[in-house]
């Protein structure tokens, strides 16, 4: 069927309703179906790219985390050291927690090393005696040395990539970032006890290592920049 000016009806269609597929569409067609090859083999290049930068970041020991928004590079420890004490005295089965992770910055060719602090705990905070929270400044004490050290202010900006640095889904934890130098993180790696706590803490106890993470730390320190 045709209309007044002789084409037909249904586009695309004779009077016999065969389908006419004109060059140029298929052309066209042709042409869509290249430009999307191509671009499932970019997304899967880049894909390929990035698995193959963290699987050989993981060779080395490290984990690198690329911040696009900020342009740096952050090296990661690949397992932190998490302290813990007993909370015995409110309920069985519970901890305070504090989780030690080592992060070098690379901002542009400008690096800074960090140790990162999780403070959190399994004991309800709704309970009397549960859910201190001071200014954040940690003591490390270390075999025979106490080390003091002030958590950053205002806080690097990496302390918000939480998943990157091991931050624990607590909503209640507190997280610090202290600036440290590599030579005073390879005394602690090296160090045969460990303890910490919070100044002002109304605890008695340190925190003790509960998952050692120093063979992570010792690896990461032969790997990152001097």
């Known amino acids: 069927m045709k209309n007044d000016a002789g084409w037909p009806l249904y586009p ?6 065969r389908f006419i597929v004109s060059p140029a569409r298929t052309a066209a067609n042709v042409l869509v179906l290249a430009l999307m090859l ?5 997304l899967s290049g880049c894909g390929t790219q990035r698995a193959s930068t963290q699987d050989a970041s993981a060779a080395s020991g490290v984990r690198e985390e690329l911040d696009e928004e900020r342009g740096e590079t952050l090296t990661i420890v690949t397992a932190p050291i998490v302290m813990a004490r007993s909370r015995t005295d409110i309920a069985a089965n519970v ?7 080592a992060v070098q910055e690379d901002n542009s060719g ?7 602090a999780h403070q959190w705990s399994t004991v309800d905070s709704r309970l009397p005696g549960a859910g201190w929270r001071g200014d954040g400044r940690l003591v490390v004490i270390a075999d025979a040395r106490l080390l003091s050290l002030n958590p950053e202010t205002p806080p690097p900006s990496l302390l918000q990539r939480r998943a990157w640095v091991y931050a624990p889904a607590v909503p209640s934890a507190r997280s610090y970032a202290y600036a440290i130098d590599q030579d005073t993180l390879r005394y602690l790696a090296a160090a045969r006890q460990i303890q910490v706590r919070f100044q002002g803490d109304p605890m008695p106890q340190n925190y003790l290592i509960w998952r050692d993470g120093r063979a992570a730390l010792r690896t990461w320190l032969a790997s990152v920049r001097r």
């Open 38 to 42: 191509a671009t499932a083999t970019s």
């Open 12 to 17: 695309g269609r004779d009077n016999r309703s």
């Open 110 to 116: 400008r690096y800074a090393t960090w140790l990162v």
């Open 95 to 101: 901890r305070d927690y504090v989780t030690l992770a």
